[in-house]
């Protein structure tokens, strides 16, 4: 069965300062991996997405992410955060075999900007 | 930019009483997702859906729960006799047929009291 977890519950941390989540799948096939945002009040948003190719992916609001196949994980960055990626972030993981492709998702990350 | 919908945004019913939560994908799309999270807790896949039947569904959608596209247009959740443990925040999502994506709603918070 896949499994997603992510590292830290909660980050919090100033404006410009530099932002890394973990994230690491167990699952012995190809997966689909994402990296999904909910603003507070907001429903869930994707941020970017790796399906195959180049394994740093770069998504909307300036994140990327890259996929380590070895070490299972897909770790969200940002370079310098602003206040207004105060979000909870999500990991989340598809089978490409599966018939319904469904997510299976971490427990997510809630992150706290300070101006 | 086309979104998915659902309604309620809040719904409080009584233990024991069936409920109905709406979701209108976006209209192109093919694949219907239901997913819940439990306060604190992740973010859980309960069915899809894909040419009028169940695709998958997990462990937690026994027989208390059916899914049903009556239209169109709406995608329903039906939880015949509502748990206290059924209260949740219940996701729709959609995607296209040659997409990956799934696009979710903004959720209808449940309250079974």
């Known amino acids: 069965a896949q499994s997603v977890s992510q590292h830290n519950h909660h980050v919090i941390l100033s404006e410009a300062a530099s932002l890394e989540l973990g994230c690491n799948y167990s699952?012995?096939?190809?997966?689909?991996l994402f990296w999904y945002v909910q603003y507070p009040g907001q429903h869930l948003q994707l941020l970017l997405k790796y399906f195959s190719g180049d394994p740093l992916v770069k998504g909307i609001k300036g994140f990327e992410a890259e996929f380590i196949k070895s070490k299972f994980s897909f770790n969200l960055r940002k370079p310098s955060v602003q206040w207004s990626d105060t979000a909870e972030y999500f990991c989340?993981?598809?089978?490409?075999?599966?018939?319904?492709?469904?997510?299976?998702f971490g427990g997510g990350t809630r992150v706290l900007v300070k101006p | 930019e086309p979104e998915v919908t659902q309604t309620p945004s809040h719904q409080v019913t009584q233990m024991g009483q069936e409920v109905i939560l709406r979701c209108v994908p976006i209209?192109?799309?093919?694949?219907f997702y239901w997913y819940r999270q439990i306060l604190g807790q992740k973010v859980e896949f309960l069915v899809s859906f894909y040419n009028n039947e169940i695709s998958e569904k997990s462990e937690i959608f026994d027989d208390q729960f059916s899914v049903e596209r009556p239209d169109g247009s709406n995608f329903t959740l039906k939880i015949r006799s509502t748990k206290l443990e059924d209260s949740a925040m219940y996701f729709c999502a959609s995607r296209g047929e040659w997409a990956d994506t799934q696009y979710f709603g903004p959720g209808t918070r449940l309250t079974v009291l």
């Open positions: 209209s192109n799309h093919l694949y």
């Open positions: 989340a993981v598809s089978s490409i075999k599966a018939a319904g492709n469904k997510l299976t």
């Open positions: 699952y012995g096939g190809t997966v689909n």
